[in-house]
């Protein structure tokens, strides 16, 4: 696979200790001008974008400003990879506008032929308010185990492994809240897993039932 993502440059910037991508920087009084429910002019900024991230409900308002310090907004174009499959993961992300594809891609041997070609499996398109990419913040050289696509014009917020580091020695209780919210999301990510492996076990036992009644 071509290393052409996203985050491929963004880890040789953090590889060659240059600067990453700029950061947010909405001043203070705008910041919490923007985060006000009263005006309807500011019902799409970042501010109150963040306020409605399902994860991040525990922070206070001043608690995502801290936040918003440190993470990188960027727009990408439509079919753009954000990530590879097999990338060493460095970010998390969340979808501020359009859509993101996560697919995995195995290998088809083609009839006749030792010869094999990509196959692209689509596992899930992310909208607007999802997340991803959590992983990468939690384990070391977190090996990326599907690839992500931008669909349409997509806008990311995104945070890096070095913005958290840097976080947990400003402002630890920020840093502590937000691997809080990425412990839940990997936790519900395993729930849901693990009944999905139990709902196809016993989908398995039943077509086992099934297939051994027929053979009688």
């Known amino acids: 696979m071509v290393n052409d993502s996203f985050e491929k440059e963004v880890n040789d910037k953090v590889r060659d200790n240059q600067a990453l991508p700029t950061k947010l920087d909405i001043p203070i009084l705008k910041y919490f001008w923007q985060s006000n429910p009263l005006f309807a002019s500011n019902k799409n900024s970042i501010p109150r974008f963040l306020r409605k991230i399902k994860v991040l409900e525990n922070f206070s308002d001043n608690e995502l400003r801290v936040l918003s310090k440190s993470m990188h907004f960027r727009q990408f174009t439509d079919g753009e ?15 501020y506008s359009g859509r993101v594809d996560i697919i995995v891609e195995d290998e088809q041997i083609v009839k ?55 976080l947990i020695n400003s402002n630890p209780t920020v840093a502590t809240r937000l691997l809080q919210a990425v412990s839940v999301i990997t936790a519900n990510r395993l729930f849901s897993l693990t009944n999905e492996v139990r709902r196809l076990k016993f989908k398995i036992k039943e077509l086992e039932v099934k297939n051994g009644n027929n053979n009688k």
């Open 81 to 95: 990879k954000i990530f590879n499959q097999n990338d060493v993961g460095v970010g998390f992300y969340f979808i």
């Open 112 to 166: 006749d032929s030792n010869a094999s070609i990509p196959k692209m499996n689509h596992i899930v398109s992310l909208d607007k308010m999802d997340y991803f990419g959590e992983l990468a913040l939690l384990q070391q050289q977190s090996i990326r185990n599907a690839s992500a696509v931008a669909r349409e014009s997509c806008q990311l917020l995104g945070i890096f492994k070095p913005d958290l580091e840097n």
